[in-house]
């Protein structure tokens, strides 16, 4: 069977001023990601062609979010809020082209996961002019109906015009539907406001569907895949969903968490067979873990690849571009940022390694920094095979230093260090016998070392 085109489109316009917050409810973070992109990736991983979304005036933070994450998405501006149908509907050009499966998802409902959106898209497939997610919740109050009869879905009752048998379904409505490209345009235009709202409501498409002698269908759901936000409290408690969602993924592919409950991943984190996880660890976007690495408790990493059986822990940070490669060792309180750290290479206790290249099997010993920054601009550090650095050192970039080179502990690196030599750079040592023995005899006698007795203090 030839592959169904399939245009998804986003309502992502609204404050959501229950939010209480500045930021477009949309843009909200969840598992490292907004929840508009949330709703755009699960569209892409049902199958969907192209994209377009449906903003609010001035709300050119959002088009910037989903440009960035499809570029080629086709961005449309509600001017006027009259309701869903009419939010659909201000994609007008999108439907036009043509594509035989139409998608309409809310931007606020990040949970919603592409398998579901494709049980919509195989009820087009079969013949179904209208799909729409229900769901069966605890507490059915306040949400609209799904009428049924038989397999049909006749009609979406809103909650105040339901009768009261009607108010007695339990199947409530989840907002998303699927809509067939053919007829998508002649149901939507069909649906007026001749509501309490004066609104055009997306839920009239099911009536006007069947009006026209077309088949519309209901699809059952969970009730998170369908969760809306609206407030921080419903944004924490998808947070703790996604979470969940995320680690039991995890675990079936074959991590190890020994306190699962205490790890947070982000959405993007990707984990390879045998990686183990001890308990408080965090995942920022853009991680990599690779088979076999081990992340140590209370270690906190974004925007990084963590190489094969590599070790990073505890108390450990690696910040965007930290790129560790195979067996290599970053312990406590360890940083490490925009530098890319070779096999077998070691750091671990009390450093930063900052916008720098560590060659194989490099010994970077406890306290050393890369200082990387001049108060005007980032400087590189080179650091060749083989090396070892003293503890307590300090490489002043720009700086090169060579293969099998030897850094005494103390030293303050500010010119290249050629391969094989050994570089010091610390005050000589000066020792005075004796001279303890006589502080501690003039300080039983209370007088400082001139002799004079100590002033009272006033």
Not at 223 to 247: C, F, M, P, S, Y
């Amino acid at each position: 069977m030839p592959r169904r085109t399939c245009l998804a489109i986003v309502l992502a316009a609204g404050e959501g001023t229950r939010m209480r917050s500045r930021l477009p409810k949309v843009l909200h973070q969840l598992g490292g990601s907004s929840l508009l992109v949330h709703v755009m990736k699960a569209a892409s991983a049902a199958g969907t062609n192209d994209l377009a979304v449906v903003v609010g005036p001035g709300e050119e933070a959002v088009t910037a979010e989903a440009r960035k994450y499809a570029p080629k998405a086709q961005i449309f501006e509600q001017r006027e809020r009259c309701g869903t149908a009419h939010a659909v509907l201000s994609a007008r050009k999108a439907i036009t082209r043509g594509a035989e499966d139409i998608l309409v998802i809310f931007g606020d409902t990040p949970l919603v996961q592409a398998e579901t959106l494709s049980k919509l898209r195989a009820a087009l497939a079969q013949g179904a002019a209208v799909a729409v997610l229900g769901f069966e919740p605890v507490r059915p109050q306040g949400y609209g109906r799904l009428v049924m009869h038989g397999r049909d879905l006749v009609a979406i009752r809103e909650e105040r015009d339901a009768t009261p048998e009607e108010r007695k379904i339990t199947l409530c409505n989840g907002g998303l539907m699927a809509l067939a490209g053919k007829h998508a345009l002649a149901i939507l235009t069909r649906i007026g406001n001749a509501n309490a709202k004066g609104e055009y409501y997306l839920t009239d498409a099911v009536a006007i569907a069947r009006d026209m002698g077309l088949m519309a269908v209901a699809i059952e759901t969970s009730e998170d895949d369908v969760r809306g936000i609206n407030t921080k409290v419903q944004l924490a408690e998808a947070e703790a969903l996604l979470q969940q969602r995320l680690r039991t993924a995890a675990l079936e592919a074959g991590v190890t968490m020994i306190a699962p409950e205490t790890v947070f991943l982000s959405a993007d984190t990707k984990l390879g067979k045998d990686v183990i996880i001890e308990p408080n660890v965090v995942f920022g976007p853009g991680v990599t873990v690779e088979d076999g690495a081990t992340i140590k408790s209370f270690s906190y990493m974004e925007g990084a690849r963590i190489g094969k059986d590599a070790r990073v822990g505890p108390f450990a940070r690696l910040r965007p571009g930290a790129d560790l490669g195979k067996n290599v060792r970053i312990g406590n309180f360890v940083e490490v940022k925009q530098a890319k750290i070779e096999a077998g290479a070691k750091a671990n206790h009390l450093t930063y390694i900052g916008d720098a290249h560590v060659g194989e099997g490099v010994n970077v010993g406890a306290g050393t920094i890369t200082c990387n920054y001049d108060g005007a601009g980032k400087h590189r550090t080179e650091i060749g095979k083989g090396v070892f650095i003293g503890s307590n050192s300090a490489l002043v970039a720009p700086v090169k230093i060579g293969a099998g080179a030897y850094i005494g502990a103390g030293t303050i690196v500010t010119k290249n260090v050629p391969a094989g030599a050994l570089a010091i750079a610390r005050a000589k040592q000066t020792v005075k016998e004796g001279w303890a023995k006589r502080l501690r005899q003039v300080k039983a006698l209370g007088k400082n070392l001139s002799g004079k007795k100590p002033k009272k203090s006033s």
